[in-house]
């Protein structure tokens, strides 16, 4: 039998977390930002999760660095979005080299291609969300420091394919 007392179970990403993980937060003006760095399978599941805090609707730009094509959509359904997303995180986070933008008039949710994840806001509500979903509020996080050209990110055939195949599913327009 196992006993909880007040606080909840340490979920397995806090537990084995490296000390670079977390977010940052800031606002300039009317604009509230945030940075957040943890491990590659860490950022693109929370990419996917917080889409579910954006609108029913939502617009969308992508830009795969290593082919330099890109897409946009304008008032998707969110639903579509997130699903499609979804089915190629394993590839995003083992590769990297894909920029994707999910916004409104309000928010901006961006995965970099270095597998970074920004928050751009008109509010500061998402300080509570990412508190909420375990993570720590820094006053600095480690950021790649390394940075790539579109030549210098590897092969990665079936991510391209994948990054196509989803913006002929969304009915994406070449940007």
């Not at 937060?25 to 954006?54: M, Y």
């Not at 029913?56 to 890109?70: F, G, N, Q, S, W």
């Amino acid at each position: 039998m196992f006993f909880r007392g007040r606080e909840p179970e340490t979920s397995l990403w806090k537990r084995f977390r490296s000390a670079a993980d977390g977010f940052t937060f800031a606002s300039e003006g009317e604009i509230f930002s945030a940075h957040l760095v943890a491990n590659a399978e860490r950022v693109v599941d929370l990419f996917v999760t917080l889409l579910d805090q954006l609108p029913p609707a939502v617009d969308l730009a992508i830009t795969d660095e290593r082919t330099k094509h890109a897409w946009t959509g304008a008032s998707l359904a969110l639903p579509d979005v997130r699903d499609g997303l979804a089915r190629i995180k394993p590839l995003l986070a083992a590769h990297g080299g894909v920029e994707i933008a999910v916004f409104t008039s309000e928010d901006q949710v961006t995965l970099n291609p270095l597998l970074e994840l920004f928050i751009y806001a008109r509010t500061d509500r998402w300080l509570y969300l990412l508190k909420g979903k375990g993570l720590e509020e820094q006053r600095m996080v480690r950021t790649r420091s390394w940075r790539l050209s579109h030549h210098e990110y590897p092969e990665a055939p079936e991510l391209v394919e994948a990054v196509a195949a989803l913006a002929g599913t969304l009915h994406l327009t070449a940007a």
